[in-house]
């Protein structure tokens, strides 16, 4: 099992779990090689800043820099640049920028967290790459770096270079990192001690659009949400939410639109998808029932669906998110 040096980048405000998660996905790679006898770890895991000592987080909490960034000595098998709230202001450090792009050509793998993709990006390493970053911030990569091509959907992607969603993906991101460097049983098992999949399907749409949505001040239209989550197999085309919101189509397509910021159908489209992956994580049930409990006219508008959408198979998504054995 190779072993490798992780240094995880970060600075003055940094988002803490941008730097905690990663690591503790690390931290409990080796917890289970040691468990399964390995004798060396694979991963050890150095912080790295503009300068060596403590680093104030986001939160308060200041967390303990060992390296400088512009250390020369400092090689990476793995670099992952962290990001936050004040990513903007640190992008325009441009003595930090230059040490982050030595840095990460002495890196043998490279890769962000959340916003840390606009100090990647500041690196050059992004140029005529596909990369995602938070939603909030996609639009700014993409206005600032245009040479960039940003999927703000993802919840990480490699292109190259790795890059990730915002927070928790870099939760996300490592795993896969895990899985890539030593296999899936060694993430799977790690994913489970975390208790977190091994790979979510779907997008940042779905954290963004529709948790906003849950948050809806009109009291009529929130109980219509909580209704289609409830009932996904339901009558769901406009005609009948806007029969049952009391509104003509139009009004309520307006009104729900504006609203939600999606169409009722694509809305629907998505809680159903979410209830399908709940049936493929949860029960043995074929795919032809998964589809008809979760709303879908057939297996092959699921199919269709999942590919679209997710783009995986609903076969393929259910071999990905194995559940335990009993």
Same mark, same amino acid.
């Given at each position: ?7 995880l980048?970060?600075?003055?405000g ?11 996905v690390f931290y ?11 004798p ?5 895991i ?11 987080t986001?939160?308060?909490? &200041?967390?303990? /820099?060992?390296? @400088?960034?512009?250390d020369? !000595? #400092?090689?990476?098998? %793995?670099?992952? =640049? $962290? ?17 982050l ?10 890769g ?26 996609a639009?700014?990569l993409?206005?600032?770096h ?13 292109d190259?270079?790795?890059t990730?969603?915002?927070?928790t ?11 890539t ?13 975390l ?13 963004? &659009?529709?948790? /906003?949505?849950? @948050?809806?001040p009109n009291e !009529? #239209?929130?109980?219509? %949400?909580?209704? =289609? $989550? ?14 049952r ?37 949860l029960?043995?049930?074929g795919?032809?029932?998964v589809?008809r ?13 999942f ?9 393929d998504?259910r ?7 009993p």
């Amino acid at each position: 099992m190779r072993h490798r040096r992780v240094v995880l980048v970060v600075f003055d405000g940094v988002q803490g779990l941008d730097v905690f998660g990663p690591a503790d996905v690390f931290y409990f790679a080796n917890w289970v090689a040691e468990q399964h006898g390995e004798p060396a770890a694979p991963y050890t895991i150095e912080i790295a800043a503009p300068r060596p000592g403590p680093v104030r987080t986001a939160a308060g909490p &200041a967390l303990y /820099a060992t390296s @400088a960034v512009g250390d020369p !000595d #400092l090689r990476p098998d %793995l670099l992952l =640049i $962290a990001g936050g709230l004040h990513v903007e202001a640190t992008a325009t450090d441009a003595a930090f920028i230059d040490d982050l792009t030595a840095l990460a050509a002495r890196s043998d793998e490279v890769g962000s967290i959340c916003t840390g993709a606009l100090l990647l990006a500041g690196t050059g390493l992004l140029d005529g790459r596909t990369a995602t970053t938070h939603w909030a911030l996609a639009d700014t990569l993409a206005r600032t770096h245009p040479l960039v091509e940003v999927d703000a959907d993802r919840i990480f992607h490699y292109d190259g270079v790795w890059t990730s969603a915002g927070v928790t993906a870099g939760i996300d991101l490592s795993l896969e990192m895990v899985r890539t460097h030593h296999g899936a049983a060694l993430a799977t098992e790690v994913a489970r001690h975390l208790v977190v999949y091994l790979r979510r399907a779907g997008g940042q749409q779905q954290y963004s &659009a529709h948790l /906003a949505a849950q @948050a809806s001040p009109n009291e !009529d #239209l929130a109980d219509l %949400l909580a209704y =289609i $989550a409830d009932n996904p197999a339901a009558d769901l085309t406009v005609r009948a939410l806007a029969e049952r919101a009391h509104m003509s189509e139009r009004s309520f397509q307006r009104l729900f639109t504006d609203d939600v910021g999606t169409s009722p159908a694509r809305y629907v489209e998505r809680v159903r998808l979410d209830a399908a992956r709940r049936l493929l994580e949860l029960t043995g049930d074929g795919i032809a029932t998964v589809a008809r409990r979760a709303g879908f006219r057939n297996a092959e508008t699921l199919h269709r669906a999942f590919k679209r959408v997710l783009g995986v198979t609903p076969t393929d998504y259910r071999a990905r998110f194995p559940r335990p054995t009993p």
